[in-house]
């Protein structure tokens, strides 16, 4: 089925420092979704892109999705220790699925 | 605000027993969906649901069976369970059929021994 490489799978950084996580599909997507889970929580949606190109930004968040919508990025500016988590993103392909594939998400730890 | 409860935050279960997975959301979606989160592996799907007693195979479903006989209630089933099947178990749901952000409930952590 759909296959959705997201990287990298750890990622540790600075309190300040800025972190960005990616998403990589062989396929056309219909539209790409990010999640949130927090240490010992659930997934939580974040924001979805539909159109080739698109950037949406929530605060210090900036969410990217490609021009062939094969890709996607999630780029946070500033790290806090509130942002500590793990990213997913989810796709969607253009057969209409009605089911996301996750990509392997990205853990984020923020050192004070 | 939706809410996807499931029934059990940490079960613990002998090989071979039968294991029921309990999900129940409050706002009519059409769509429901397990998935075990096993680390670096993801969220892999193991059933979905988009109508009362309609059910479709995930990625993983062998081991599994699932049933939803009400719109609202949709059951994972360990038919036999084994060590391997040790995980974090992850309902969610969704309003639309191919659209729409899934809400996630809490997560039943399964420990098999």
């Known amino acids: ?44 949606f974040l924001i979805q892109l ?8 929530q605060k210090r968040l900036t969410f990217q999705f490609g021009e062939a919508k094969k890709n996607s990025s999630l780029h ?15 796709a969607r392909d253009q057969t209409g699925a009605n089911n996301l594939f996750f990509g392997t998400g990205t853990r984020l730890t923020v050192i004070p | 605000d939706v809410k996807v409860t499931q ?3 940490y079960l613990v279960k002998r090989t071979g027993e039968k294991v029921f997975l309990e999900c129940v959301q409050d706002m009519d979606h059409e769509n429901m969906f397990w998935y075990r989160q096993d680390p670096g592996l993801g969220l892999r799907l193991i059933y979905f649901s988009y109508d009362v007693k309609m059910k479709e195979k995930g990625d993983i479903p062998e081991g599994y069976s699932v049933s939803r006989e009400k719109k ?16 974090m ?4 749901s969704s309003p639309f ?5 899934e ?11």
């Open chain 1, 50 to 57: 539909v159109k080739s190109g698109e950037v949406k930004k």
């Open chain 2, 97 to 101: 059929r191919g659209a729409g952000q």
């Open chain 1, 76 to 90: 946070i500016t500033a790290t806090q220790t509130t942002d500590v988590g793990t990213y997913f993103c989810a």
């Open chain 1, 1 to 44: 089925g759909q296959q959705v490489m997201q990287i990298p799978q750890y990622q540790h950084v600075q309190e300040g420092e800025d972190f960005t996580t990616y998403c990589n599909s062989s396929t056309t997507l219909s539209n790409i979704q990010w999640y949130k889970q927090r240490p010992g929580g659930h997934p939580v």
């Open chain 2, 103 to 113: 809400y996630f409930g809490p997560g039943t952590r399964l420990t098999v021994t």
């Open chain 2, 72 to 87: 609202e209630r949709f059951s994972l089933i360990l038919e036999s369970a084994s060590t391997n099947q040790t995980s």
């Open chain 2, 7 to 9: 029934s059990s935050r």
């Open chain 2, 89 to 92: 178990y992850l309902c969610a």
